[in-house]
Each structure stands twice: as C-alpha cells, then as structure tokens.
C-alpha cells in the first residue's frame, strides 16, 4: 500500500466555480449519461460536445447553446475528421454552424474561411 507523503491540494473556489457552471450548462442542454445523439440519433452513452471549442473560446465553456450531447463516434468525428462528419451527418453540420453563427460571429467566420467547402 503507498503511504501519501504530502496532503492533497484543495482545488481554488474559481475552479470550483467553474466546474459548477459547466456542469449546470450541461443540465440546461439537457445531456444525460445515456440518450440520443445530436448527429446519428442512435441511442448511446453521450459526451458532452462543445461546438465551439472550449480551448479557444473559454468564455462559452459554459453556455448551453455550445454544448450537444453525441456519441462517442461522433464526438470524434467533430473534433478530429470533419470532412467525414460533415460527409455523414451534413444536417447536424449545419445546425452545428447555425450555433456557431450565434454564440461567436468571430469564430464561425473563422471556421467558414477554413471549412465552407465542407456546406456545399
């Protein structure tokens, strides 16, 4: 058995804060464990899916609207293989656009210059 050497440190009030602000978006999307997929609609175990990413876009980490609930796949598939995911799901692409239009005209023009081939 490993003997702790050193007491484990308390997490700030700010992350805290935050972490209760994400979980409360994600209640307001209304994503549970288990449920529909936002892109395939098959029932499943569901991640959290930010539309737009929360590295770069912080302040709507926590804003329901960035938040679906998708399946493992095609969680992925958003974050990794758009081609594919736009080629396979092009109506939850574009609903996925549509939101992105409104939480962030910034990042939806910058996600237009790079992808907009994909919409056609």
Known sequence: MLKRTRPMRKASKSLCAKKRAQRRAYQDADIEKEGCCFSCKKWAALDPSHILPQGMYKALRAVAANVVGECRACHTLWGEHLPEYAAQYP????????????LSHSGWALWMMKNDHLLA
Do not use: G, L, P, T
Request: aromatic fraction near 0%.
């Open 91 to 102: 109506d939850a692409c574009r609903e996925k656009v549509a939101r992105m239009e409104q």
